[in-house]
């Protein structure tokens, strides 16, 4: 049937825009705006902001549609909203006086079968429920809207009464201009969970700025407003009610309704005469009647809502954009820092660098005497028959070349990681967004127990290449070659060779600690022959380059760990554009 397929479209339009409004929630929550850029606090306000009006109006009110309008009474401190309230179910129910803030517990009057669309967490959901009753007398200090229990505040008192129109219902706010921060910022949830606002001001503070601001607010979210015009003095109503509506029609509420309430003394109970404030319950009434018209009204005021969300996401998107691009930034001259260090350590194990004073102490020690090296200086020819009588006698332990080399590399590695620290550290300070994220933190050293890990790191290298040595020389063994050298030696030679060989591990630098390097790979040489040694040496120099760059990546997390990262922007911006078509939908 016609009418089914209608109303088979509307419930399937209905949970798409539920399911964007959950997802669009779901990654404004996950956004992380840490870096301090311009406009980054504008942006996490707004962030705020529009999780709490999806959490307590939009999506609420996506899924329930025909529920009732919810109207917030709200204005400046003393402006008379409590009072009015009072006159509009025609005995008190809120706390009116003069010790401001008056108001600093929500309540919300509604039909009595109005109840379970508010009893329960639909609206307002962080907003816990007080059962409120009615009273006719004057209302004690520590009832209704009078609690000054810190915990009021984070609660909502449901006040049933049968002289609230059915189909509204009517929440008396705290005061927009609240001299208390809690006040000022429910009022502000408040009205943005509002279908329709009911705006009170005076006649001598309709200008105010801050009432101003939130009226623009409305506006821009196409929200129907009636502003009650409170203590006008008849002679001055018709001049102060013109400027009013000038003002109004200037701003974009040419459409707002209009309500003067007279300047006149209140009985006993502190309560206006029922004639000052019969043609606003009639207004309310009115709208209570026409179902279709409560429909028009929330749907208006949901889509101009939606359109001021995809504002905001787009705004967030924004910004979620500039920091990215930011903590690309920041990360990219961290790594840079850590990556040149990498490359540093590599060159000094290339160059022959760690082939100087203790190492080649001990390595000199270990293959023989000075004077043997230097005879080797003045004639590798005569290499081949000094290395015969080498292998004819006992070598030295090589456990001394091997610490020699530890020391020496932890030396070099911890000294570049220090660099890197300084120079990340230096970057970051240079920019005010790295500066923040370091505070009073002072990162340009390394780590406390980097030098320990950057030794067990090398140990564990020296390691892989006694195993490297053990799986090479497998069918070797019977060797007199191999067993007069052992593993330990052939291993402190390998490495001697790593440190020693460049332009691909195919020649030898020539000049570097004399014969040192021409010792390592003809020994080597001698026992596994040249291919296998240029192999070796070239695993080995794989693996060293690995271990420093893993050493000195999780010493850069030091910096990047203080970069969150959050929702993509791109994912952001889609959203917004959504948001838009859907509130573009009448």
Not at 59 to 80: E, I, K, N
């Amino acid at each position: 049937m016609p009418g089914n397929d209608t109303s088979s479209k509307a419930a399937d339009s209905s949970a798409a825009a539920v399911a964007l409004l959950e997802t669009v929630r779901s990654e404004l929550a996950a956004v992380k705006l840490g870096l301090e850029l311009p406009g980054t606090d504008k942006a996490r306000a707004a962030t705020k902001s529009a999780l709490a009006q999806l959490d307590d109006y939009i999506l609420p009110r996506y899924r329930s549609l025909d529920a009732p309008l919810l109207a917030v009474v709200g204005g400046s401190t003393g402006a008379g909203k409590s009072t009015l309230v009072n006159a509009l179910v025609g005995h008190p129910v809120t706390r009116a006086g003069a010790i401001r803030p008056t108001t600093r517990q929500p309540i919300l009057l509604h039909h009595p079968a109005d109840g379970l669309w508010f009893a329960d967490q639909r609206v307002l959901p962080n907003l816990s429920r007080i059962r409120g009753v009615k009273v006719d007398g004057p209302i004690p200090a520590n009832q209704a809207g009078a609690t000054p229990d810190a915990a009021a505040i984070s609660s909502l008192v449901l006040v049933e009464d049968s002289a609230v129109p059915q189909g509204v219902a009517l929440l008396d706010a705290p005061d927009v201009d609240s001299i208390s921060d809690d006040n000022r910022q429910l009022a502000g949830q408040l009205l943005a969970a509002a279908d329709l606002w009911v705006f009170v001001t005076t006649a001598n503070r309709y200008a105010d700025a801050v009432p101003w601001k939130l009226l623009l607010d409305a506006a821009s979210r196409d929200i129907m407003v009636a502003v009650i015009l409170d203590r006008v003095p008849p002679a001055a109503e018709a001049e102060v009610s013109e400027d009013l509506r000038s003002m109004l029609a200037k701003q974009g509420l040419a459409d707002a309704k209009l309500f003067v309430v007279p300047e006149v003394p209140l009985d006993n109970l502190g309560m206006l005469p029922a004639e000052t404030v019969a043609p606003l319950l009639d207004w309310l009434k009115t709208l209570a009647k026409d179902a279709a018209g409560r429909a028009d009204i929330a749907r208006r005021t949901l889509n101009g809502t939606v359109k001021a969300l995809s504002g905001t996401v787009e705004l967030v998107a924004q910004a979620a954009e500039a920091e990215d691009k930011a903590g690309q930034q920041l990360a990219e001259d961290v790594r840079s820092s850590y990556s040149d260090a990498v490359e540093r350590i590599l060159a000094a194990t290339k160059d022959g660098a760690l082939l100087r004073g203790e190492v080649l102490a001990r390595w000199q020690d270990f293959v023989g005497t000075g004077e043997f090296f230097r005879t080797l200086e003045q004639n590798v020819g005569r290499l081949r028959d000094r290395l015969g009588a080498f292998f004819r006698g006992q070598p030295a332990p090589a456990v001394k070349v091997e610490t020699a080399i530890e020391t020496g590399l932890q030396a070099v590695i911890v000294d570049e990681a220090s660099n890197a620290a300084e120079d990340a550290d230096q970057r970051w300070r240079q920019d005010p967004a790295g500066r923040h994220l370091l505070g009073t933190d002072d990162l340009s050293g390394v780590s406390a127990n980097f030098p320990e890990r950057a030794a067990a790191e090398i140990r564990a290298w020296q390691g892989s290449l006694m195993e490297l040595i053990s799986t090479e020389g497998q069918g070797k063994r019977n060797q007199a070659r191999w067993l007069s050298f052992g593993v330990n030696g052939l291993g402190a030679a390998l490495m001697i060779v790593v440190f020693s060989m460049t332009a691909g591990l195919t020649g030898l630098e020539i000049g570097v600690a004399g014969g040192t390097a021409v010792v390592g790979q003809r020994v080597l040489e001698a026992v596994f022959g040249e291919d296998a040694v240029r192999r070796l040496a070239q695993k080995a120099r794989e693996d060293l380059q690995t271990r420093c760059e893993a050493l000195l990546v999780a010493e850069q997390q030091r910096f990047l760990e203080r970069l969150r990262v959050g929702t993509p922007a791109a994912e952001l911006g889609k959203h917004a554009e959504a948001l838009q078509r859907l509130a573009a939908q009448a």
